[in-house]
C-alpha cells in the first residue's frame, strides 16, 4: 500500500468536483472520481489536468441514487490505491421548481441525490476510512443559509446536509474521523451557469456586483479549502460548516 493519501470525489467531471481532483494533485493526493454516465462533462479532462499537475487519478462511474454504485466507488479506492482517506460528497442536481410545480416526483429526484445519495456517500466512506481520515459534504447558502424561490426541495436537501455531517461528525469522532461541510456561496460553475435553473452567465454578473469581493466565486477558491478541511491543519475541526461566499452573507443590506 502506498503512502500516498486518497480521496474519492463524487461529481468529479466539471466544477467543484475537477477543481478538487486537481487541487489534491499538487497536495500528493491520488484520486477517485465518480462520474455520472449521462454526464455531458468529460472526466477525461479531469484526469488530464490531474496528470498534468502530478497527481493520479482514476474515474468511476457512479449514481448516487444507488447504493451498490456508492460502494463499488469507494471500492474503487481500495482496489486502486489500496486506501481510501477522505471522502466528499459533491455530486448534486439543480432544478427549478415553484411550489405549484413542485410535485412528489420532482421532491423525490432531488433529495434521492442531494441528501440521501450525501448520506449514501459518507456511509460508504465511514465504512472505509480509518482514523486520521476526514469527510467533506457540499450544502449550499441556498438552505444552508438563504431561501431561494422556486427552488425549495434545492434549499431542503441542503439544509438537511447540514444536519447529516453534524450528527456524524459526533457518531465518527471516537473513531478519528472528522465531518464537515462547505456552504459556497454564489460560484462559476456549469450548474450556477445554467440559465434555466439557476442564474446564468448574466445572473451571476449582476449578482457578482453585490458581492463586497466585487464578483462570484471560482471553484479553485472552493477546492482549497474542502483540501484544508481534510488535512491534518484542521485536526481538530468537526461538525463545523465553512461559508465560502466573499462577504455575501455577512454583507448589511440598505
Given at each position: 500500500m502506498s503512502d500516498r493519501k486518497v480521496v474519492g470525489i463524487t461529481g468529479g467531471a466539471s466544477g467543484i468536483g475537477r477543481a478538487l481532483a486537481v487541487c489534491y494533485a499538487r497536495r500528493g493526493v491520488s484520486s477517485v472520481i465518480g462520474v455520472l454516465p449521462t454526464d455531458p462533462h468529460d472526466p477525461s479532462e479531469t484526469v488530464r489536468l490531474v496528470t498534468e499537475a502530478g497527481g493520479h487519478c482514476v474515474v468511476q462511474e457512479l449514481d448516487v441514487r444507488i447504493t451498490s454504485s456508492v460502494d463499488d466507488f469507494a471500492d474503487r479506492a481500495l482496489s486502486e490505491f489500496g486506501r481510501l482517506d477522505y471522502m466528499i460528497a459533491n455530486a448534486g442536481i439543480l432544478r427549478r421548481a415553484s411550489i405549484s410545480d413542485l410535485t412528489d416526483a420532482r421532491w423525490n429526484d432531488m433529495l434521492e441525490v442531494d441528501l440521501t445519495g450525501v448520506m449514501r456517500t459518507l456511509r460508504a466512506g465511514a465504512e472505509r476510512i480509518g482514523s486520521g481520515g476526514a469527510m467533506v459534504a457540499?450544502?449550499?447558502?441556498?438552505?444552508?443559509?438563504?431561501?431561494?424561490?422556486?427552488?425549495?426541495?434545492?434549499?431542503?436537501?441542503?439544509?438537511?446536509?447540514?444536519?447529516?455531517?453534524?450528527?456524524f461528525a459526533v457518531e465518527l469522532a471516537p473513531r478519528g474521523v472528522r465531518v464537515n461541510?462547505?456552504?459556497?456561496?454564489?460560484?462559476?460553475?456549469?450548474?450556477?451557469?445554467?440559465?434555466?435553473?439557476?442564474?446564468?452567465?448574466?445572473?451571476?454578473?449582476?449578482?457578482?456586483?453585490?458581492?463586497?469581493?466585487?464578483?462570484v466565486g471560482k471553484p479553485e477558491e472552493v477546492a482549497s479549502v474542502i483540501a484544508f478541511l481534510t488535512s491534518s491543519d484542521a485536526n481538530y475541526i468537526t461538525g463545523q460548516a465553512l461559508v465560502v461566499d466573499g462577504g455575501l452573507t455577512v454583507k448589511m443590506r440598505a
Amino acid at each position: 500500500m502506498s503512502d500516498r493519501k486518497v480521496v474519492g470525489i463524487t461529481g468529479g467531471a466539471s466544477g467543484i468536483g475537477r477543481a478538487l481532483a486537481v487541487c489534491y494533485a499538487r497536495r500528493g493526493v491520488s484520486s477517485v472520481i465518480g462520474v455520472l454516465p449521462t454526464d455531458p462533462h468529460d472526466p477525461s479532462e479531469t484526469v488530464r489536468l490531474v496528470t498534468e499537475a502530478g497527481g493520479h487519478c482514476v474515474v468511476q462511474e457512479l449514481d448516487v441514487r444507488i447504493t451498490s454504485s456508492v460502494d463499488d466507488f469507494a471500492d474503487r479506492a481500495l482496489s486502486e490505491f489500496g486506501r481510501l482517506d477522505y471522502m466528499i460528497a459533491n455530486a448534486g442536481i439543480l432544478r427549478r421548481a415553484s411550489i405549484s410545480d413542485l410535485t412528489d416526483a420532482r421532491w423525490n429526484d432531488m433529495l434521492e441525490v442531494d441528501l440521501t445519495g450525501v448520506m449514501r456517500t459518507l456511509r460508504a466512506g465511514a465504512e472505509r476510512i480509518g482514523s486520521g481520515g476526514a469527510m467533506v459534504a457540499i450544502s449550499s447558502i441556498a438552505g444552508g443559509i438563504y431561501g431561494w424561490e422556486e427552488h425549495g426541495h434545492y434549499a431542503a436537501s441542503k439544509a438537511g446536509t447540514l444536519g447529516l455531517v453534524r450528527s456524524f461528525a459526533v457518531e465518527l469522532a471516537p473513531r478519528g474521523v472528522r465531518v464537515n461541510a462547505i456552504i459556497p456561496g454564489l460560484i462559476e460553475t456549469p450548474q450556477s451557469l445554467d440559465p434555466v435553473n439557476s442564474l446564468g452567465p448574466e445572473g451571476l454578473l449582476r449578482a457578482g456586483r453585490d458581492i463586497p469581493w466585487g464578483r462570484v466565486g471560482k471553484p479553485e477558491e472552493v477546492a482549497s479549502v474542502i483540501a484544508f478541511l481534510t488535512s491534518s491543519d484542521a485536526n481538530y475541526i468537526t461538525g463545523q460548516a465553512l461559508v465560502v461566499d466573499g462577504g455575501l452573507t455577512v454583507k448589511m443590506r440598505a
